[in-house]
């Protein structure tokens, strides 16, 4: 698909809003997955400091 301007692009043929909301929340949960997976890394080495 070619489109002829930038307003076209970000349209996405009347389907802007869709396409759009749908890219920012992905990108919203996978950073939220990876603070998240990063903070529970961060408990378990410091519990496993505890025990040792």
Do not use: I, N
């Not at 997976?37 to 040792?52: G, I, K, N, Q």
């Amino acid at each position: 698909m070619q489109w002829g301007s930038l307003e076209e692009f970000l349209a996405m043929g009347g389907y802007g809003l869709y396409v759009w909301t749908s890219f920012g929340t992905t990108a919203l949960c996978m950073g939220w997955e990876v603070l998240a997976l990063w903070r529970r890394r961060a408990a378990a080495v410091a519990e496993h400091r505890d025990v040792s």
